[in-house]
Each structure stands twice: as C-alpha cells, then as structure tokens.
C-alpha cells in the first residue's frame, strides 16, 4: 500500500496539474480542440515552466536545502513555493497580448489561477502547512466545471473521475502522514475556490 500511495502522489504530482487540466479542456472546451496553435503555445509554456521548478527543486534537494522533494517541513518551503510561483507568473506574463499570440481570456484566466492559488499557498504555509497536491487537485476541478459549465458541454464521466482521482491522492497524503486532514481539506478547498474564482470571473 506504500508504494501504491507514494505512485499516486507521483502521478498526481502539483507540477503535473496544470498540463494536466489542459488536456482535459481539449475535451470540454470546442475552441481549443480546434485552435490547435493556441494549444500548443499554451502546452509548451506550461511545460517549460512546470519543468523548470521540478530541475530547481531537484538540484535543492540534491545541495541539502530541503529535506526531500515532498517537502514536508513547512518552515522548508517559503523559497522552493516562492520558486514555483516565479516561474508560473512567467507563464501567465507569456499568455499577455505583449507576446504578439492571441490567449484567449479563458486561459489567461487559467493561469493566473495558477499563480492565485500558490500565491495563497504560499503566504498560508508560513503559518499552517496545508496541502499543494489537493491545492492543484481542486483548481483542476473548478477549471474544468467552469469550462464546462460555460459551453454546456458537461461529462459526467470524466467529472466522476477527476473528483475520485481527487479522493485517492487525498487517501495517499493521508497514508503516507505527509498531511493531516486539515491540510488535505483546506488545500482541495483553497484550490478549488483560487482557480474556480479566477477562470469563472475572467480576471485574466
């Protein structure tokens, strides 16, 4: 069951959220699946800028600066969160008319969820150490209601999924007591809340 648990927060790893939630609005939302230039902008810059952190975290970890790559000391996280929230307010600065391609608002929005939701992450865990795999976890699932809600273009199915797959990373924090309750709850609540604010009110 541990290396079940530890699978489970891998594959639902933060850094892995935001292309994920992409690939899942290629499904809910008829735009993007038929702007395929739009896709693949917004796919390389999530990917660039999600790949980054990982290699900084890695070589932080490797020079002793944080305990692990979970980095479940909290007074251990104010400048690797500080990191990450760098390189996705890049990723939202390169989604701006400035860059010359055409981002449409829902994306931008999309984004700047991003950088909300560890923007708040990252000022709570100065106090409290609550969850970033339920922080992305949430902001998946408000994006995709949004988008779906927006086109009419609900699916059950995959709604079903996204929030079991919610429930079973949560169930894995829990097992493997990187997290309390509290913080698996608060981060799934705060996540949820950043992004669903964000892409539903169009602050991009």
Known sequence: M?????FISAVLHPLLMPLTSLFLLLHFDPYLSHRF???FYLTLII??????????????HKRKMISDLDIRNRKE????????????????????EITGIFIPILYRSLL??????????????FKFKLSMHMLASGGVLAAVL???????????????????????LGWSRLYLKAHTMSEVYS??????LCMGSSVYLELG
């Open 37 to 39: 230039e739009v896709f």
């Open 187 to 192: 981060g799934y609540a705060i996540g949820f």
């Open 47 to 60: 990917a660039i800028n999600s790949l980054a952190p990982a290699v900084s975290l890695f070589f932080m």
């Open 2 to 6: 541990n290396f079940l648990a530890k």
């Open 112 to 125: 700047l969820g991003l950088v909300i939701s560890i923007l708040v992450g990252w000022l709570i865990t």
């Open 77 to 96: 996280r104010a400048v690797p969160f500080f990191i990450v929230l760098s390189y996705y307010l890049l990723a939202y600065i390169l989604s701006l």
């Open 146 to 168: 949004v988008v779906a809600l927006r086109y009419n273009s609900f699916d059950m199915d995959w709604i079903s999924i996204i929030i079991l797959a919610g429930g079973i």
